[in-house]
T-cell receptor, first 110, second 112 residues
Framework: GQNIDQPTEMTATEGAIVQINCTYQ??????LFWYQQHAGEAPTFLSY????GLEEKGRFSSFLSRSKGYSYLLLKELQMKDSASYLC???????????FGTGTRLQVFP | EAQVTQNPRYLITVTGKKLTVTCSQN?????MSWYRQDPGLGLRQIYY???????DKGDVPEGYKVSRKEKRNFPLILESPSPNQTSLYFC???????????FGPGTRLTVT
């Protein structure tokens, strides 16, 4: 079967750093993706990892360990506008489907 | 402006009354997909299409139909809607890499 786990909710303070974890068990692996979704809006693409290691994009970084079935999204210098849900999604090998986790709702406080 | 559009944005209907939610993209993407989003369940894929006349079932296809007669359009059809299809629906499109998907604004459907 396929399963993706993320924490349901997290809180953090403006200016801080937060790490959102994602673990997965899938039949094969061909990439892991992070999306951001503000309340009442559509998801927007943040990052993509297919090889082990860290991908950095401005204040956001994403890490992947395929052997551990583990990824995290790191958000630095948090801003109030970062309050949103963060969705982890995995593509299995030789498939065109994306399986999404249930998302992590992040609240940033002043 | 590059975008994915959906219509209608909001719809309240009754059980059994056929409806269609349209989806259109102007980015010449090959891949298009429909998702539903429910509290506690996340985004679940209904159907997807890799190109014109090519469609495949996602994880929750029961009660839905799709068609892909043109590259830009991918309508979602509910032949006989039921209350358990009350949900928030998103259409998405993607170029060759199906991971980086561009989502439409969503359609909130209520079936009474």
């Amino acid at each position: 079967g396929q399963n993706i786990d993320q924490p349901t909710e997290m809180t953090a303070t403006e200016g801080a750093i937060v790490q959102i974890n994602c673990t997965y068990q899938t039949s094969g692996f061909n990439g892991l993706f992070w999306y951001q979704q503000h309340a009442g809006e559509a998801p927007t693409f943040l990052s993509y990892n297919v090889l082990d290691g860290l991908e950095e994009k401005g204040r956001f970084s994403s890490f992947l360990s395929r052997s551990k079935g583990y990824s995290y999204l790191l958000l630095k210098e948090l801003q109030m506008k970062d309050s949103a849900s963060y969705l982890c999604a995995v593509r299995g090998y030789n498939t065109d489907k994306l399986i999404f986790g249930t998302g992590t709702r992040l609240q940033v406080f002043p | 402006e590059a975008q994915v559009t959906q219509n209608p944005r909001y719809l309240i209907t009754v059980t059994g009354k056929k409806l269609t939610v349209t989806c259109s993209q102007n980015m010449n993407h090959e891949y298009m997909s429909w998702y539903r989003q429910d509290p506690g369940l996340g985004l679940r894929q209904i159907y997807y299409s890799m190109n014109v006349e090519v469609t495949d079932k996602g994880d929750v296809p029961e009660g839905y139909k799709v068609s892909r007669k043109e590259k830009r359009n991918f309508p979602l059809i509910l032949e006989s809607p039921s209350p358990n299809q009350t949900s928030l629906y998103f259409c998405a499109s993607s170029p060759l890499d199906v991971g980086e998907q561009y989502f439409g604004p969503g359609t909130r459907l209520t079936v009474t």
